[in-house]
């Protein structure tokens, strides 16, 4: 019997996308079958093949999906600052929707395993870092691609604590801290400042 627990997101392909998310996060992929997503999602089970034609462009759809939303709902290539209004967010987010990290973790790991999904393990990371990117580079930061990757892998790592180690305040006073590392980074329009500063007096004339 349908679950209805995908219905929010609609019936057709958002729904199977949403319900692959679900059922990997709850199951892993050796629970993943087109009739678990079929049920989750509340459809029939016709419409995966409709949609997708393969498993493997399934995963790849659900995995575009699943970051594009995270991303979405964490506004990072918004975001002013990685302060008081971006720690709650981000904690809120795994709050409210811990199966869409769940299932990205799922599928980065089985990408060791299975070299098919390295691809997409690949641009998920790629997508995150590159909407951090542009936040930093918004914002007037140097050396943005490592400094991008840098600060992506210390919230990533909080994101994972926070679902399986950690309990919620102290993810959001470490977020702030990061934050506070981030804020003592040179930026680009400082640099001319400091320049002129350093920069040897020459003589009067």
């Known amino acids: 019997m ?3 627990r995908a219905h929010k997101y609609g019936d057709g392909r958002e729904a199977l996308l949403a319900a692959v998310v679900g059922v990997v996060a709850e199951k892993g992929l050796r629970g993943l079958t087109y009739r678990a997503v079929a049920e989750r ?33 964490s506004d990072l290539s918004a975001t002013e600052e990685v302060d008081e209004d ?16 769940l299932f990205q973790y799922e599928m980065i790991l089985e990408s060791r395993r299975k070299p098919e999904l390295r691809p997409s393990a690949v641009k998920l990371y790629e997508n995150y870092i ?5 936040a930093l580079q918004k914002h007037g930061y140097q050396d943005t691609g490592p400094l991008a990757r840098a600060i992506f892998a210390a919230l990533d790592g909080l994101v994972l ?30 640099s001319g400042v400091e320049k ?10």
Do not use: C
Request: proline share 5%; hydrophobic share 40%.
């Open 86 to 101: 971006f720690a709650r967010a981000l904690v809120e987010l795994v709050q409210a929707e811990p199966e869409l990290q």
């Open 196 to 205: 002129s500063q350093s920069a040897p007096k020459q003589p009067v004339g």
């Open 130 to 134: 590159a909407s951090m990117q542009q």
């Open 41 to 73: 999602a509340g459809v029939n089970n016709t419409l995966i093949s409709h949609y997708f034609g393969s498993r493997s462009a399934l995963l790849e759809a659900a995995m575009e999906w699943a970051s594009a939303r995270s991303i979405r709902l």
């Open 161 to 190: 604590q926070q679902l399986t180690v950690a309990d919620t305040g102290s993810i959001h006073d470490a977020i702030l801290r990061v934050g506070q590392m981030l804020e003592r980074t040179p930026r680009l329009q400082s």
């Open 2 to 4: 349908p679950s209805g």
